[in-house]
């Protein structure tokens, strides 16, 4: 079974600074995808990225970048210059690659994060 | 994008009723849709997944006959709660993957609440 975890429960960070979280995952596979999604208040689950783990290039999205590490098993994510509306509660998710893996995501517990002024 | 229904948004009912909640790819066919519940401040854990014309894979802890799933089409899955008991009351999302892809779209999600 995969787990994933993310030891930061809350983080805040200031307008236009940048921040990281942290995702840790544990697997025996050696194909797989990983993901950032972010839950806004309104609860809608949002896709921020996602990464193959074949690929060794980190993936990006405007101002969201993760630091993908395959052999320590790490996946964090940095948002440049934080805006108010990043605030949200971030969920690092992993899903097996293959037709026999049920495309089933396991989430991490999520981190908190609050954007201030 | 694709997009994904869910209805309703909220419900309340009373317990021992049912109810029903409907999850629909608007612009795609999607052969696998996923179901997840989750507590307030807490993540969301996988119930069952469905492939369209099969049964649905309930995961471990997970009461099939409580919690009926049907995913009649392509474009459909609906999630029965039966017998509803105050400790159901919580927040159901469903997601579905469109065929042949690995990304998976996710529904708003439906908050409901057994009296």
């Known amino acids: 079974a995969q787990t994933v975890t993310q030891s930061q429960p809350e983080m805040s960070v200031q307008e236009a600074e940048t921040v990281t979280l942290s995702c840790t995952y544990d697997t025996s596979e050696n194909n797989y995808y990983l993901f950032w999604y972010k839950q806004p208040p309104s609860r809608q689950m949002i896709l921020v990225i996602r990464?193959?783990?074949?690929?060794?290039q980190n993936a990006t999205e405007n101002r969201f970048s993760v630091n993908f590490q395959k052999a320590a098993k790490s996946f964090s994510l940095k948002i440049s210059d934080s805006q108010l509306g990043d605030t949200a509660m971030y969920f690092c998710?992993?899903?097996?690659?293959?037709?026999?893996?049920?495309?089933?995501?396991?989430f991490g517990k999520g981190t908190s994060l609050l954007v201030t002024p | 994008g694709a997009v994904v229904s869910q209805h309703p948004s909220r419900v309340i009912c009373k317990s021992g009723t049912s109810v029903k909640i409907e999850c629909r790819s608007l612009d795609f066919q999607a052969t696998t849709m996923f179901w997840y519940r989750q507590f307030p401040k807490q993540s969301l854990m996988l119930m069952a997944t469905s492939n369209e014309g099969s049964k649905a894979t309930y995961e471990q802890g997970v009461e099939k006959d409580k919690f009926l799933i049907n995913h009649a089409s392509l474009t459909l899955s609906t999630l029965t709660v039966t017998s509803a008991h105050p400790e159901d009351s919580s927040f159901y999302i469903c997601?579905?993957?469109?065929?042949?892809?690995?990304?998976?779209?996710f529904g708003s999600g439906t908050q409901l609440s057994v009296l």
């Open positions: 998710a992993f899903m097996k690659q293959g037709t026999n893996s049920g495309y089933a995501l396991n």
């Open positions: 997601s579905a993957r469109r065929t042949g892809g690995e990304k998976l779209f």
């Open positions: 990464q193959e783990a074949y690929k060794q």
